[in-house]
C-alpha cells in the first residue's frame, strides 16, 4: 500500500477532540493528505469548496485509496467522492467518524455558541428579533450562503469592535484587531454551512462509519452503496486514536480496494 492515497477532510479548529492524524495511517503505508490543515477554503458552496479540498489535497485520483471526514466533514468527504467518481471515474470507499448530517439547526447552533463567546446573546447579534433564524433557514443557505457569511462575519465585526472599543482604540485599530479573531470563526462557520450545501451524491461506493459510544447517529449513510457502522467503546475525542478504530479502518480499505 506504499503507493496509496487517502484524503482527510479534518477541520482543524474549534473542537477538543480527536483527530483523524489520530488514526496513524502513515504508519501503514498510506500517503494521507490533509487538505484544510493550514486553511478552509473560503468558498460556502459545497462544489467549489469541494473542488478547492480537492485541489489543495494534491492527490492523484488512480492512486486514491479512499476518502475519510470527521464529524460534520461528513457530507464534505461524500462530496469529494462523488465529484471523483463524476470527474475521473473513480469510485472511493468513504470513511466516516463520529460524523453526523449537517443540518440548519446544527448550523444556528454552532453560530449562536460562536456569538456567545463575543458576549452576545441569541436574540443579541444580528439587527431585529428572529434574523438568526430567517438567516440560517434551510434555503437561505443553500441559495443565498455568500449573503449569509457576509452577514454573519459583520455582526460579529461589529461586535468585537463594540467589546474593545471599551479600551479607546480608534476605528482602524479596532478592524485591525478584530478582523484575525473573526476570521477563525468565520472560516469555521464558512466550513459547516458548506458541509450543509452537500448534495449528498450516490458514487456507487461504501461507507465505513466509526462511531464512539454516545454517538447518536447511527443510521446507514445516506447515498452510499452500503454502510458499515462500528462502534467503538471510547469517547469521542479518544475514539480516531483507539487501535480498534485503527484496526477497522485498515481492515475496511483492504476489502473495499483489494489491497
Not at 471510547?234 to 480498534?244: E, K, Q, S, Y
Amino acid at each position: 500500500m506504499a503507493d496509496r492515497q487517502l484524503i482527510a477532510i479534518d477541520y482543524p479548529g474549534r473542537r477538543d477532540s480527536g483527530r483523524l492524524l489520530d488514526l496513524r495511517l502513515e504508519e501503514h503505508g498510506f500517503d494521507v493528505r490533509y487538505p484544510i490543515q493550514l486553511r478552509s477554503p473560503d468558498e460556502p458552496d459545497a462544489g467549489p469548496h469541494t473542488a478547492a479540498l480537492i485541489k489543495a489535497s494534491g492527490a492523484e485520483p488512480d492512486r486514491l485509496a479512499g476518502i475519510l471526514g470527521y464529524c460534520m466533514a461528513g457530507h464534505l468527504a461524500q462530496e469529494v467522492a462523488g465529484r471523483l467518481a463524476a470527474d475521473h471515474g473513480v469510485v472511493l470507499p468513504v470513511v466516516l467518524v463520529d460524523s453526523t448530517p449537517c443540518t440548519a439547526a446544527s448550523v444556528a447552533e454552532e453560530c449562536r455558541a460562536v456569538f456567545e463567546v463575543f458576549g452576545a446573546g441569541a436574540g443579541g447579534p444580528l439587527p431585529g428579533p428572529g434574523t438568526l433564524e430567517a438567516l440560517l433557514d434551510p434555503g437561505t443557505l443553500r441559495d443565498r450562503p455568500s449573503y449569509v457569511i457576509a452577514t454573519l462575519r459583520d455582526a460579529m465585526l461589529r461586535r468585537v469592535m463594540e467589546t474593545l472599543a471599551e479600551d479607546g482604540a480608534e476605528e482602524r485599530e479596532l478592524k485591525e484587531a478584530a478582523a484575525p479573531v473573526v476570521d477563525h470563526y468565520v472560516a469555521w462557520l464558512t466550513h459547516l454551512v458548506a458541509a450543509h450545501n452537500c448534495t449528498a451524491p450516490a458514487w456507487g461506493g461504501e461507507v465505513l462509519h466509526l462511531v464512539s459510544r454516545d454517538h447518536p447517529f447511527r443510521a446507514d449513510w445516506p447515498g452510499s452503496a452500503a454502510t458499515r457502522t462500528e462502534a467503538v467503546d471510547a469517547d469521542r475525542a479518544g475514539l480516531p486514536g483507539t487501535a480498534r478504530a485503527r484496526e477497522t479502518v485498515l481492515a475496511f480499505l483492504r476489502d473495499t480496494t483489494g489491497r
